[in-house]
């Protein structure tokens, strides 16, 4: 297993939204998770990534227990987070943004700069204007490549396409294919549902901070149940 | 012409001069601003503190019987700034950083600022008494006299040697901070967490090393400053009261958050407070001739009286915060 939570409850200061959610993934992988409003998916991501307190459960990234650990440590063992706003340095160039990716790494990077320009191609000809001049699909791509200069075996997406237009929607979901294509699993909160669990290896829906559904995206996709209640129909 | 040098004198090198501190110091609360994210009010005490660690580095170097071309204060600000530098980091680490680390909100560390500033104040008063001190106790001040290479000016414009070497000195950290902030990876991190905390602390940034190195910097600057006003005139030890205003108005001014707006606001109180004191009847004098004799040109006419230069800095604020709140260069709101 790349990443395994089991039983997470976690939450805002005094207030629990995850009541024990659990799910996995196997290295090169992509999962998605959705459900409703409030169900606890960016949550969820927060609480495998550090950023909140998880008060019962277990995290274990690469078979290691990595439960509550910061998010510098996790960005160091491998494990990257793209949020879901304000997800670019705004006044910092393109070519500035993908170096502060790299910041825990000393070694020499320039060849990862080129792969993601590569990856991204609008970006090579922006590589010194601020990124906060982009456009809504390009500072996507400045963010996730920003978050895959540490070469991350496991990259965390929250809500990638959200407020994007259809058009750059199905960009974004190529982009991710491509990038998990070079190996990298791929754990996604999403509110388009179907077109993201299209491209699943595995779905998790969760409803109230718990686990209602785990299989692979196509059965969740086939699923009447799953259709009724959270693809709307 | 003899006005015109008077003018040169009083306006320009002292706006400079003065100009310079307030930018040094100006730049060191727009950083801290900008990635801690709090008004730090004990700056000014930093510059009182970094002048004194000067002024105990002087009389350590006369000690030891070093005697140079340059002045023995500015040959001990090395050695100051790196003092204030650890001052800065310890007061954080003693104060600030147990605030931060248990998600105080940014009104709590401004608060314990002020008492840092109070702190402070008390200790250099019970250690350094309150009687102002000169740094030219054992050697002489250099005064450069420009003379003007034309008949019409027989008074020359005067510079003193702190005034030039402040000037140099404030250029050259200008210089560095620029590449620091634009060529290297830890400079690009404080301007990334500047930016976006949360998202820096998501990408790896270490921001316990962002913020040491601000204080670093900010300490250093301080020093500089508050060591360059007390060669130029003499070391007061209630010094920061009276830089305190300025330099709060000049960050605000530049537009919080900005260092070179924070350098621009510096200068340009700097200049607003020698305009305002400058007495403009010298200048007006000289159209005597040509006025009808029923136009009196009274013998002062300044727009402030010196002794109230400190509502300069004090108006500029209330203007920009009323019209223009983000500054000059669009920083944050305070």
Do not use: C
């Not at chain 1, 939204?17 to 606890?40: F, Q, W």
């Not at chain 2, 998202?199 to 900010?218: C, F, K, P, Q």
């Not at chain 2, 924070?262 to 001739?289: K, Q």
């Amino acid at each position: 297993m790349l990443v395994e939570a089991a039983n997470l409850h976690a939450g805002y200061g005094e207030m629990n939204i995850l009541d024990g959610v659990s799910l996995a993934l196997e290295a090169g992988e992509i999962g998605v998770v959705i459900g409703p409003n409030g169900a606890g998916k960016s949550t969820t991501l927060k609480a495998l990534f550090g950023l909140l307190r998880v008060s019962e459960g277990s995290v274990r990234f690469d078979g290691a227990d990595v439960t509550n650990a910061t998010p510098e440590s996790l960005v160091r063992r491998g494990m990257s987070f793209v949020p879901q706003e304000r997800n670019v340095f705004e006044t910092l160039t393109v070519q500035e943004n993908l170096e502060m990716g790299a910041f825990v790494r000393r070694d020499d990077y320039r060849h990862l700069v080129e792969r993601i320009y590569a990856l991204f191609p609008p970006l090579r000809d922006k590589r010194g204007q601020p990124a906060g001049e982009l456009s809504g699909g390009q500072r996507q791509m400045v963010a996730m490549g920003r978050a895959l200069m540490v070469e991350p075996r496991l990259l965390l997406l929250d809500e990638p396409t959200a407020g994007l237009s259809p058009l750059f929607m199905s960009q974004v979901f190529e982009q991710i294919l491509a990038v998990n294509a070079t190996g990298v699993g791929v754990l996604m909160v999403e509110q388009n549902a179907r077109q993201a669990l299209g491209i699943a290896h595995k779905g998790f829906v969760l409803a109230s901070g718990r686990n209602r559904f785990t299989d692979t995206g196509q059965k969740l996709l086939a699923d009447p149940e799953v259709a009724r209640s959270f693809l709307g129909g | 012409m003899n006005e015109l040098v008077f003018f040169v004198n009083k306006v320009l090198v002292a706006g400079t001069v003065i100009g310079s501190i307030y930018a040094l110091g100006a730049v060191g609360v727009t950083l801290v601003f900008g990635i801690l994210r709090f008004a730090h009010f004990a700056h000014g005490d930093l510059m009182t503190a970094g002048a004194f660690a000067a002024l105990a580095g002087a009389a350590g170097l006369h000690a030891l019987g070093v005697s140079t071309p340059l002045p023995i204060g500015f040959v001990a600000l090395p050695l100051a700034m790196i003092a204030t530098a650890l001052l800065a980091m310890g007061l954080d680490r003693t104060f600030y950083r147990p605030l931060r680390e248990r998600g105080a909100r940014p009104i709590v560390l401004v608060m314990a600022s002020i008492g840092v500033t109070l702190m402070l104040q008390g200790l250099v008063r019970l250690f350094a008494g309150t009687a102002p001190r000169s740094f030219f106790t054992g050697e002489r001040k250099d005064i450069f006299h420009i003379a003007l290479p034309f008949d019409l000016a027989d008074r020359p414009i005067i510079v003193t040697e702190p005034q030039v070497l402040l000037v140099l000195l404030t250029a050259a950290a200008v210089v560095a901070l620029h590449y620091f902030l634009t060529r290297s990876r830890l400079g690009k991190a404080m301007r990334a967490t500047s930016d976006n905390a949360d998202l820096a602390r998501v990408s790896g940034i270490d921001t316990e090393l962002v913020a040491r190195t601000t204080w670093i910097i900010a300490g250093g600057l301080a020093a500089a400053g508050g060591t360059m006003l007390s060669l130029d005139v003499t070391l007061k030890p209630d010094l920061s009261f009276s830089l305190l205003l300025p330099i709060f108005a000049a960050a605000i001014v530049g537009g919080v958050g900005q260092p070179y707006g924070a350098i621009a606001g510096g200068f340009l109180v700097g200049f607003a407070e020698t305009l305002s004191v400058f007495n403009w009847s010298v200048l007006l004098r000289v159209l005597a001739p040509v006025l009808p004799e029923t136009v009196e040109i009274p013998t002062k006419l300044a727009f402030v009286p010196p002794e109230y230069k400190i509502v300069v800095p004090f108006f500029i604020l209330v203007v920009v915060l009323v019209w223009r709140p983000t500054g000059i260069f669009r920083g944050r709101v305070l």
